[in-house]
């Protein structure tokens, strides 16, 4: 094997762009998502290491003398940092100019001779699923014999092997926990709804929803999807408590956890058995029954994309779900003791002034614990981006920004009847409207007064948000 780092490079400060965040950019409060995407296949090259810059605040000067102990380099890459991302190959190359680099991620994966031609640090991009592509890299093997690899030849022209074939056997992949243990500080990582420290774990790929606008399941994932054993999953989680006695949380990050519902009560069955408290992905159509069974066996909280309060809106990105049946659900989750974090994306194709006050008025309404409010991202390989494309809905010019020059999410989509401005004003007004209610501080001010951990972690939270506010509103 070669001397392997797998790298998520220096970004922006308290940038979340780990694969695993399904935006990149600076969040409300201080976020960063494990780099799973990274540590698997960081799990399966031997005495490789995986750094998560970023997370670790660390620099440029503080990874660049990696560059002499390492044969091969994977940078994780995103659209929105790609630019950052490059100048960091750059410098690595010219700190060892031996150094094999090649760039993984979404990004590279629908646009591989775009990413090559950005410069001639990058000797290679890994297409679609990149585990095993990876791994034959290490293994040293020639390019040429890599599939789902694109790569420059002797003479500077891009070349693209064959299409690697989809992971089946999912059961086939190493635990990540592994890499977490070796390379990783679980206390890095925060997410305002998850109780700190957590660890996430991937039991499947691939989502069975057709939203518009997703990333991972229209570049790498796919929508088929495919699922570790419940014994398996349950061998890994196992490793937690022992590895990581501190954790107070485990999160499952797959699309959708619930979507095999007699799969999800199987693993919760084991969960229990274990004694772990965890959380997971949900689509808001989870009967009362599925519900109870998982809440009983360890469940807090579902993090649950409900993205509008305007059923047109929801039929436009192909959603799959019916504002009646996410009422009733958030009924259910409500009824059982489960804790929400809502998801609502601001600016998708149809949203207008009145949407956007329908959105505010059934987030209220249906009063998940928390939200967060993201605009309409068009990342490039989604059908959004073509849609974007064709309608007029993006700059003439090739690149879209997704972020600006300290991380912040902008507006990139803007309509002839709603601007990108005003998009990006109503994600203040959303969340204003949310929290500032009567009901909603008392509802926190009780979790606090029940907690004196929970106490100091609002107040930081609550002083980061304001702190997030005034950026925006410097934009």
């Known amino acids: 094997m070669m001397r392997s780092l797998f790298l998520h490079p220096p970004s922006y400060e308290g940038f979340d762009g780990g694969a695993g965040s399904r935006y990149q950019a600076r969040r409300e409060v201080r976020s960063f998502w494990y780099p799973t995407w990274l ?24 990874v660049l ?56 640090a990058i000797d290679f991009v890994a297409r679609e699923e990149f585990d095993f592509t990876i791994k034959e890299v290490a293994e040293g093997r020639p390019l040429a014999t890599i599939d789902g690899l694109s790569y420059r030849d002797a003479t500077g022209r891009v070349v693209h092997t064959p299409a690697r ?66 014994a398996h999953v349950l061998e890994e989680v196992a490793l937690i408590p022992k590895y990581f006695p501190q954790v107070q949380e485990v999160f499952f990050d797959d699309d959708t956890f619930t979507d095999d519902a007699p799969r999800a009560e199987a693993i919760a069955r084991g969960l229990g058995k274990l004694g772990i408290t965890w959380s997971c992905n949900a689509k808001a159509n989870v009967p009362y029954e599925t519900l109870k069974v998982l809440r009983d066996h360890g469940l807090r909280l579902l993090l649950v994309g409900y993205e509008s309060g305007n059923q047109e809106i929801l039929n436009n990105i192909k959603k799959g779900v019916r504002l009646d049946i996410a009422r009733r659900f958030t009924r259910d989750c409500h009824a059982l003791g489960i804790t929400i974090h809502g998801t609502f994306i601001l600016g998708l194709p149809g949203e207008s002034r009145e949407t956007i006050r329908q959105s505010i008025e059934f987030a209220r309404e249906i009063n998940p614990h928390t939200i967060q409010v993201s605009i309409a991202a068009p990342y490039p390989g989604t059908y959004l981006y073509h849609q974007a494309k064709e309608r007029g809905w993006l700059p003439e010019d090739d690149d ?41 501080i008392a ?19 609550g002083a980061e948000f304001v702190r997030f506010l005034s950026r925006r509103q410097q934009a």
């Open 39 to 62: 540590a698997q296949p960081a799990a399966l090259v031997s005495d490789s290491r995986l750094v998560d810059a970023p997370a670790a605040g660390l620099s440029l000067d503080d």
């Open 65 to 120: 003398p990696l560059a002499k102990r390492f044969e091969l380099a994977v940078l994780h890459t995103s659209s929105p940092s790609f630019p950052g991302d490059v100048r960091v190959a750059e410098a690595l190359k010219r700190e060892n100019p031996d150094l094999l680099i090649g760039f993984v991620g979404a990004k590279v994966a629908v646009e591989p001779d775009r990413s090559l031609l950005a410069s001639p």
């Open 165 to 230: 074939v989809i992971l089946e056997n999912m059961d086939l992949l190493p635990f990540v926990t592994e890499v977490y243990k070796r390379d990783l500080r679980v206390e890095d990582y925060f997410i305002g709804y998850l109780k700190h420290p957590y660890v996430s774990l991937y039991t499947g790929r691939g989502c069975r929803s057709k939203c518009t606008f997703c990333l991972w399941p229209q570049t790498v994932g796919g929508h088929r999807y495919r699922t570790r054993s419940p």
């Open 400 to 440: 879209v920004h997704l972020v600006n020059d300290r991380g912040l999410q902008t507006s990139a989509l803007s309509y002839p009847h709603l601007s990108g401005t005003e998009i990006f004003d109503s994600v203040e007004t959303f969340y204003q409207r949310f929290y500032f209610r009567a009901g909603k």
């Open 443 to 461: 509802e926190m001010v009780a979790e606090m007064a029940r907690s004196p951990q929970m106490l100091k972690r609002r107040l930081r939270e």
